[in-house]
């Protein structure tokens, strides 16, 4: 597949603002925040799109949201609350194709987001 942006920064070839990383998945802060809190964990393996996932990545997302939950955790909205998203090809908005889960919170979050 492809190499991407994503794939860059969880092999440390690029620098991001890493909060949270383990032999299967990376934690970083997104570049253009759209809450006070807006972080994105990806899985070190290169999956393109939520479509590409297969029955043995099974663990896997489990282990993207268990790092999500510790971050929010750490980044202190766990009570308050917080929102996941996974953004899944171009009608929906994703642009770096490599799969990630947007963690979002530190403020209210409007629902639904339009
Ligand atoms: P999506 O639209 O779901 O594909 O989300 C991609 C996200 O990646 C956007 O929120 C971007 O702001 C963010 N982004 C793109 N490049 C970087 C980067 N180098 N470091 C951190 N976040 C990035």
Do not use: S
Request: aromatic residues 6%; charged residues 25%; contains cysteine.
């Amino acid at each position: 597949m492809m190499d991407t942006i994503f794939g860059k920064i969880a092999r440390g070839e690029i620098p991001a603002d890493i909060v949270y990383e383990d032999e299967d998945v990376v934690a970083f802060r997104d570049l253009h925040p759209q809450a006070p809190i807006h972080i994105l964990v990806i899985p070190r393996k290169p999956i393109r799109t939520l479509n590409d996932l297969e029955a043995a990545d099974a663990e896997l997302v489990g282990r993207l949201f268990l790092a999500a939950r510790k971050v929010a955790e750490r980044e202190g909205i766990a009570a308050a609350g917080y929102r996941t998203v996974i953004n899944c090809n171009a009608a929906a908005g994703q642009t770096v194709f490599h799969l990630h889960l947007h963690l979002l919170g530190g403020r209210p979050l409007r629902w639904p987001p339009g």
